[in-house]
């Protein structure tokens, strides 16, 4: 089972900043099975990013998704207080599976 | 307008069993992938398995085989997820989510979560 690893633990920054979440899976996988997902508090997941770099569905485009092969990067920009929030990289091999998480705290 | 409603929140005692409904709105359940996820207290999401509600085909991870069943009634659009042998780390959130589509293995429709407590 292929095991993602999420840095950092969090991230603390202030509104206008840039955001780089890092994932990276214990083996390499393919583009099209990493997916990043939004938590807000006391909220269910919401998709942001699949296949790598495809914004979901009413995610703007000041995020963003990249990478290959065993690293992947999400990047938002123009941080604002609402995107405090855990996010969460996911991948479908054998299993679904999980990254443990990025908290953003916007100060 | 696509929507999950799952039930209300429950209290078990170790040993026990649990079973959390998730009610489908705006679309068809057979015609969608259906899966649950966990999330501990402060911890981060589980995948648990999922349900093609056409067939009734199941898969589960394999951590929960033998203790969880997921199932559905499409007749009242709705599917289940029962975790029996409780343990007291079975503590969580339990939420039912949508895929996009046949072949896809990821969500775009989440329901609000039922929280599980196993408490003596």
């Known amino acids: 089972e292929i095991v993602l690893t999420q840095s950092p633990g969090t991230l603390s920054l202030t509104p206008g900043d840039s955001a780089a979440l890092s994932c990276r899976a214990s083996?390499?996988?393919?583009?099209?099975?990493l997916r990043w997902y939004q938590q807000k508090f006391g909220q269910a997941p919401r998709l942001l990013i699949y296949?790598?770099?495809i914004r979901a569905t009413g995610v703007p485009d000041r995020v963003s998704g990249s990478g290959s092969g065993t690293d992947f990067t999400l990047i938002i920009n123009r941080l604002a207080p609402e995107d405090s929030a855990v996010y969460y990289c996911?991948?479908?091999?054998?299993?679904?599976?999980f990254g443990g998480g990025t908290k953003v705290e916007i100060k | 307008q696509v929507q999950l409603v799952q039930s209300g929140a429950e209290v078990r005692k170790p040993g026990a069993s649990v079973k959390v409904s998730c009610k489908a709105s705006?679309?068809?359940?057979?015609?969608?992938?259906m899966h649950w996820v966990r999330q501990a207290p402060g911890q981060g999401l589980e995948w648990m398995g999922w349900?093609?509600?056409?067939?009734?085909?199941?898969n589960y991870v394999q951590k929960f085989q033998g203790r969880v069943s997921i199932t559905r009634d499409t007749s009242i659009n709705k599917v289940y997820m029962e975790l029996t042998r409780l343990k007291f780390d079975d503590t969580a959130v339990y939420y039912c989510?949508?895929?996009?589509?046949?072949?896809?293995?990821?969500?775009?429709?989440w329901g609000p979560g039922t929280l599980v407590t196993v408490s003596s």
């Open positions: 989510a949508r895929d996009p589509g046949p072949g896809y293995d990821f969500f775009v429709v």
């Open positions: 705006g679309f068809s359940l057979s015609s969608y992938y």
């Open positions: 349900i093609n509600p056409n067939s009734g085909d199941t």
């Open positions: 083996q390499s996988i393919t583009n099209k099975s």
């Open positions: 296949g790598t770099s």
């Open positions: 996911q991948h479908f091999g054998s299993s679904l599976t």
